[in-house]
């Protein structure tokens, strides 16, 4: 019985790992394809909507979830593109900006300031219009890259809900496990969405360049457990330090507002609507979190929770692996 057990884990570890290289090389063509199953399941509460308490037939509620779903892809791209001409055209600006702002930290610093510019200052001397408008145009073509992708996508979101069967129908682990990812999906989106317009409606008051930028930064890093939220309330600050428009009490405004708007919908909003709908431990979540990460980048940290939650619906249906599903769910062996 021992020898069987140590097999079991061992065909375990050997089955994770074939599987996590099968991720990293098809990564290209399955990240649009579960990225779309997942897209798939917020469109189908909308869906469901329309032909229950709309009374539309299937066949229109399909075509106006797609052509909403079109819509808001294209206005995000068009948004992404407009706050790109705007960084390119302030890039003298924001040049100047951090020359000034360089020389403001030279004056603070009780030390040689020729030294400081020999050594320290120099480099960044070296970063020009120039620098930056490459750097724009290197985030152009990613920018297309991903709006390309998002085609690929859309296609895959159209035959998912084509094909996807009447809610009645669904039953098993399959119900299970759409029932709990489209609720962490709709919940995780809404408070997304309050997310980044407060963050982004802030920083506009507060007058910061490209505040509806860091308005959608905040709605897409939101998707993050913890991590998310940190990155997207500290992503303003570069362009504050070196925004001349901005006061110091507005500085410091910019980073506490949008600060504690992601404590207040990730403490307290979130853990209230959602409670223990995935039943994972927070330590699973982290690591879940570097896992994908590694595996597929920003779009496997953004997929990380839903996707190891579908993981563990699948491991504790099955005998040999559930131990391994309570492990996730922080119930250790023997602690009841």
Not at 112 to 120: I, K, L, P, S
Not at 124 to 145: H, K, M, P, Y
Not at 243 to 265: E, R, T
Request: proline share 5%.
């Amino acid at each position: 019985m021992e020898q069987n057990r140590i097999q079991t884990f061992c065909l375990i570890i050997i089955t994770a790992v074939a599987l996590a290289v099968a991720l990293r090389w098809l990564a290209p063509m399955l990240i649009p394809f579960v990225l779309a199953i997942f897209i798939s399941f917020a469109l189908s509460a909308l869906l469901d909507a329309e032909v229950e308490l709309l009374r539309l037939p299937r066949v229109v509620a399909l075509l106006a979830t797609m052509m909403f779903t079109i819509i808001a892809f294209a206005l995000m791209g068009a948004f992404v593109a407009s706050s790109i001409r705007e960084l390119t055209a302030n890039a003298s600006g924001y040049e100047q900006s951090v020359n000034a702002l360089i020389n403001r930290i030279i004056a603070w610093l009780p030390v040689d300031a020729d030294v400081v510019r020999e050594r320290v200052v120099a480099p960044f001397r070296d970063v020009s219009a120039g620098t930056v408008s490459s750097i724009v145009g290197q985030l152009t073509t990613q920018i297309t890259g991903i709006l390309s992708r998002s085609l690929l996508v859309l296609m895959f979101v159209t035959f998912l809900l084509v094909g996807r069967s009447s809610p009645s129908q669904s039953q098993g682990v399959w119900l299970e496990i759409e029932t709990r990812v489209k609720r962490y999906v709709l919940v995780k989106g809404a408070t997304s969405v309050l997310t980044g317009t407060t963050v982004g409606v802030t920083l506009w008051m507060l007058n910061v360049d490209l505040a509806f930028v860091f308005g959608m930064l905040a709605f897409m890093l939101n998707i993050i457990p913890s991590i998310g939220s940190v990155i997207a309330t500290l992503l303003p600050l570069p362009v504050v330090l070196v925004s001349p428009d901005v006061s110091s009490l507005a500085a410091v405004l910019a980073i506490a507002i949008p600060g504690a708007i992601q404590f207040a919908v990730g403490n307290v909003l979130e853990p209230k609507i959602m409670g223990e709908n995935l039943d994972l431990h927070p330590v699973t979540v982290l690591m879940s979190l570097i896992f994908w990460g590694m595996l597929w980048g920003i779009v496997g940290a953004l997929l990380a929770v839903p996707m190891t939650a579908v993981t563990k619906i699948l491991l504790d249906r099955l005998e040999p692996t559930k131990p391994f599903a309570e492990i996730m769910a922080g119930r250790l062996p023997g602690n009841g």
